[in-house]
């Protein structure tokens, strides 16, 4: 009987070596590739494309309290733009630095 335990041990270790020595295959080649690996640069997000819209012009002749209402829908305007496009921007430069650290 000690020679079938023997025998018994000596199957369980080899298929344990086996196993380890086709997992440690597996994961060498897994990583491998032939093919070359291109990077491309990511497509910008839509909501920073696009034109600002065109500031709001004031007629002559027009009321004070019209011309605030102008003055202040422009600083909107022109606030919401200049934030757009800084958004933007920081994506980019952002991009810009991961895409050329992977190089």
């Given at each position: 009987m000690t020679q079938d335990n023997r025998e018994q041990g000596h199957r369980?270790?080899?298929i344990t070596l086996g196993i380890i020595?086709?997992?440690v295959l597996a994961m060498c080649s897994g990583c491998s590739t032939v093919v070359p690996v291109t990077a491309k640069f990511p497509e910008p997000p839509r909501l920073g494309l696009g034109t600002c819209p065109q500031l709001q012009t004031v007629p002559d002749g027009v009321k004070l309290s019209e011309l605030t209402n102008t003055v202040t829908a422009n600083y909107s305007t022109y606030y919401e733009c200049a934030v757009r496009v800084d958004q933007w921007n920081e994506w980019y430069n952002i991009q810009k630095r991961i895409f050329e650290g992977v190089k």
């Open positions: 369980s270790t080899v020595v086709m997992f």
